[in-house]
């Protein structure tokens, strides 16, 4: 994170909001250049009950049904993964279960590579999102920019924000 401060400043603190609904915060006070050197261990810990493709999660009145996952090569020069990245594509169906409308997004999808969030590439116009009718379909991707080292690939779908239930698909 980068602030612009003025020059003069004797204290200079950062506050951040761990739960928007008790207000809880954790204070960082800069003293000085220094670095932690803390480095992000990797885990290669696979979630027991990560959805594979062809299989269906129950979810909160709907069903999602893991259709595809595959390499996806973008064909314009300009929108191009990273330096040792490559994009791939999850595609779903899902099912409105209820009797009332229901919604789904792309957004409410997390990637992690090695149990290290990884970026979302909105680069297709399939994605999936939007409301779906009692008893109607809807289907789409999501992509994510995925390190090609990496050992254990995820995809998590947040089914309740109260709750933060969420359901893992199995991406390698």
């Avoid at 209820?98 to 399939?126: M, N």
């Avoid at 789409?140 to 947040?158: N, R």
Wanted: proline share 2%.
């Amino acid at each position: 994170v980068i602030f612009e401060v003025p020059n003069d400043s004797q204290k200079i603190e950062v506050e951040y909001e761990t739960n928007v609904f008790t207000k809880k915060k954790i204070k960082f006070i800069f003293d000085g250049n220094k670095d932690s050197g803390f480095i992000l261990k990797k885990s290669a810990k696979v979630s027991t009950k990560a959805y594979k493709v062809g299989q269906t999660a129950d979810i909160s009145n709907m069903k999602m049904t893991y259709v595809s996952c595959e390499n996806y090569t973008s064909d314009s020069e300009f929108i191009q993964p990273a330096e040792g990245c490559h994009y791939v594509t999850l595609t779903f169906d899902c099912k409105n279960t209820s009797k009332t409308d229901q919604s789904v997004s792309f957004y409410s999808f997390d990637g992690y590579a090695d149990g290290k969030a990884i970026e979302q590439a909105y680069l297709r116009d399939d994605g999936i999102g939007g409301t779906i009718s009692a008893g109607r379909n809807i289907s789409g991707t999501v992509v994510f920019q995925v390190p090609d080292d990496a050992k254990v690939v995820e995809a998590e779908y947040l089914d309740n924000i109260w709750t933060s239930k969420r359901i893992v698909f199995k991406i390698k």
